[in-house]
């Protein structure tokens, strides 16, 4: 798993890249909690290749310090089963494209 991030003109774009599960939770979180030095956030998870539920927990955990923080924080693309498991844990973050999965092999 990799999280590469990109200066843009508004904020920050964060690409995660491969498994984002319990395993790699560990060295992604201070590149994760560092993304909050930034006013406006978008997280693309387009590239993700397998999710669990702590994985989904990261993302609570941001988006909840994002609006403590003030910060704005978006998703885009997400695959369709991210953002159905997202909106089920009642995720309130805009989603700018859900995007149907091109990989059937994506694993929740």
Known sequence: ??????????????????????????????????????????????????????????LAILMAECTRMQRSLSFTPVHTRMFNSMKMLGFDVPVIHAQEDRDESIQS
């Open 1 to 58: 798993m990799r999280l590469v991030t990109t200066q843009v003109k508004h904020g920050v774009v964060a690409v995660l890249d491969g498994e984002f599960t319990i395993h790699c939770l560990e060295e992604l979180k201070d590149s994760f909690f560092g993304l909050l030095n930034c006013t406006n956030i978008t997280l693309d998870l387009s590239q993700v290749t397998e999710y669990d539920g702590s994985a989904l927990q990261m």
